[in-house]
């Protein structure tokens, strides 16, 4: 605090004259030279996934793999990694071999940059890198909600009131 006294009565009586203008840039007759310009260079947004176009492209082909095996993962690795989505329908499997299977082809997936989607108990779909797996729900007639008169289906009326 003593510091910022001494300072404030030295700068008290200080007028702008006192200032060095060419060394504080206010000098008219004073060109800084521009800064030099560097190139920028943007990369362009990177989606996670690769675009590909249809017309152009050569036909996916799916793999449906029936493993039986452990041993059975080296061909499911291999088909993901020429990047063929594979749908593996481990019926003919005991727990503990889906089980490591699903576990070896997580990791895969993962090492690859693709996704993996179980679709039933013993059924998953793997994608490559280049491939999404979107996921659709369709509800049938029997289970959708029925609509209230008011063109709110499954609302049950206005603030949730049944009239």
């Known amino acids: 605090m003593a510091a910022l006294n001494i300072f404030n009565k030295q700068t008290k009586n200080l007028k702008e004259e006192d200032f060095d203008s060419a060394y504080y840039g206010q000098d008219e007759d004073y060109n800084a030279p521009a800064p030099e310009e560097k190139p920028v260079h943007e990369k362009p947004a990177a989606s996670a996934r690769p675009a590909f176009n249809i017309a152009t492209s050569a036909p996916v082909q799916m793999k449906l793999i029936r493993p039986?095996?452990?041993?059975?993962?080296?061909?499911?690795?291999?088909?993901?990694?020429?990047?063929?989505?594979?749908?593996?329908?481990?019926?003919?499997?005991?727990?503990?071999?889906?089980?490591?299977?699903?576990?070896?082809?997580?990791?895969v997936v993962f090492a690859i940059g693709g996704q993996i989607q179980p679709v039933s108990e013993t059924t998953y779909m793997l994608s490559p890198h280049s491939m999404e797996i979107a996921e659709e729900v369709i509800e049938s007639?029997?289970?959708?909600?029925?609509?209230?008169?008011?063109?709110?289906a499954g609302f049950g009326g206005i603030g949730g009131y049944t009239y």
Not at 96 to 101: A, F, K, P
């Open 68 to 107: 039986t095996t452990f041993a059975d993962g080296q061909t499911i690795a291999n088909a993901l990694m020429e990047n063929h989505p594979v749908l593996i329908h481990m019926e003919n499997t005991t727990k503990e071999v889906s089980h490591d299977l699903v576990c070896f082809l997580t990791g």
């Open 141 to 152: 007639e029997e289970n959708a909600p029925a609509d209230d008169g008011y063109g709110f």
